[in-house]
């Protein structure tokens, strides 16, 4: 039972901020490199964050950069991604995903479910 759950999403204005969770079952996240995802309506999926488990140095998109923080609770087995300075752009459902390696490159092994954000006055 290998599972990734993201819960946070919601809506929000522009301007303002949204934590997102992932909580991992079955393996242990310090192990594994994290993706974070993102796919608005008619776009492509495209990559918001990674952090890789060789040294824990997270690289994010342009888009998103100054404006969103991957960080992580060993404790709880769970991934988080700050989004502050939300902007309706952002709007999509996002996604956690895990790989066995240390690179931020696909394929990831395991993805969430996703989880809605939207951003709208």
């Known amino acids: 039972q290998l599972q990734l759950v993201e819960s946070g999403g919601g809506l929000v204005q522009p301007g303002g901020s949204l934590r997102l969770s992932c909580a991992a079952s079955?393996?242990?996240?310090?192990?594994?490199?994290i993706g974070w995802f993102r796919q608005a309506p008619g776009k492509e999926r495209e990559g918001v964050s990674c952090t890789s488990s060789s040294d824990g140095t997270t690289y994010y998109a342009d888009s998103v950069k100054g404006r969103f923080t991957a960080s992580r609770d060993n404790a709880k087995n769970t991934v988080y991604l700050q989004m502050n300075s939300l902007k309706p752009e952002d709007t999509a459902v996002y996604y956690c995903?895990?790989?066995?390696?240390?690179?931020?490159?696909?394929?990831?092994?395991?993805w969430g479910q996703g989880t809605q954000v939207t951003v709208s006055s």
């Open positions: 079955g393996f242990t996240l310090d192990y594994y490199t």
């Open positions: 995903a895990a790989r066995r390696d240390y690179y931020c490159r696909p394929p990831y092994e395991y």
